[in-house]
């Protein structure tokens, strides 16, 4: 279904000349083909979830798992968009927290259907982005509260089949799109209602047919204009100015290309807690030492982005692995009068491969005392950073 090259760079160039023109006025509309090149399969596509069912085949594989996903290409050029003026909000069907890792401005961004990797508080309504996925959907009861209000109990971001779409997201998409100059739908179908339909509030005022003479598409002379792109057509396509058959990161980086814009690159951020306890031994003659490595969102999750941990205690000439979750180090200490009340625990944290990202492993020195009862540390870490500088040049 992909367009010849010289067509797709052809009408790459009418939707930047278009962007340019409507600079400020952008609406761009988002589904899950954005996501495909992060390793995530679509549904529609030609090897997508849907299309394969359709013929009787097993859904498609992940090539990554979705706390692991690194953003697109097109998830970043978004972003670079956005900084420069060019787009004033993203409209987002995917729930996979792509949007925003990649650090789109949040106050930019509607995700319609939520956001798996996020939940909320009942009272006051603060977000927290997790790393881990929420075990529930259709805004349940997550069991962890709020660090802002009195008894704040958090629920999960994700829409069942039947729920409505949130209220201010919503809202905010609509009022956006219905007075944009331009409503990009960029690796979406366009067929899950209502949300499909918030691209063409932007062309509702029809006046004539005309034959654009960049594009040779027949179109209407409307108020705003609608601009898809797409790999394999959409039955939404008679109504645009414009259609890209072609894959949404080819198409974003000539844009880009286009307008000078850089695509910023991707750099992920994680954190961690690292605590200890000290217990005196049955017999009085010393006592035991426990390391734990666990995920700073809540102990009781595991860390997605971190594959193992070496640790060192204090004098000992070698470190042991812990390459099993949730990760633990004991050591029992004999007390004859001569231990020392402190001791560095030398720590080197591997961190789990991306598809197409991955950082060396990092070091840290965790100073812990024998002499209280435990402490704990938050070590932050860039775990992941990738850059379209050879895919995309200005």
Known sequence: MEEEEHVVDAKATVLANLLSSARGRCVVHTGAGISRDAGIP???????????????????????????????????????????????????????????????????????????????????????????????VGFKLTGRACEDCVDGRLRDKVLDWDDPLPKKELSLAERDSASAALNLALGSSLQIKPSCDIPFKTTR??????????????????????????????????????????KCDAVMSLVC?????????????????????????????????TLRVRNAHDDRESIPWLSRVEARVGSETTFATLDRQPFTLKRTIRDDGDVETKVEVEL???????????????????DASYANGGTSNRYSFETYRKSYAEAHSP
């Not at 047919?209 to 394999?232: F, M, S």
């Not at 080197?348 to 965790?366: C, E």
């Open 42 to 136: 679509d549904f529609r596509g030609p090897n997508g979830a849907w299309t394969r069912r359709a013929s009787g085949l097993p859904a498609p594989e992940c090539e990554t798992t979705m706390a692991l996903a690194t953003p697109t290409l097109s998830h970043m050029a978004l972003v670079g968009l956005v900084r420069e003026g060019y787009v004033n909000r993203v409209v987002s069907c995917n729930v996979d927290c792509l949007h925003v890792r990649s650090g789109l401005d949040r106050e930019r961004l509607s995700e319609l259907h939520g956001n798996c990797f996020a939940e909320s508080c009942e009272n006051c309504a603060r977000e927290y982005v997790r790393d881990f996925e929420m075990k529930t």
């Open 205 to 246: 005022k029809r006046r004539r047919r005309k034959r654009d003479e960049e594009t040779n598409d027949a179109v209407d002379d409307a108020p705003g204009k609608l601009v898809i792109v797409n790999l394999q057509p959409t039955c939404k396509d008679a109504r645009a100015y414009c259609v890209i058959n072609a």
């Open 257 to 289: 290309a286009r307008l000078g814009v850089r695509v910023p690159d991707f750099v992920r951020h994680d954190v961690l807690r690292v605590s200890h306890t000290c217990k005196a031994s049955p017999s009085g003659t010393g006592f035991t030492f």
């Open 348 to 366: 080197t944290f591997y961190f789990q491969r991306a598809r197409d990202a991955a950082s060396p492993p990092a070091r840290r020195v965790y």
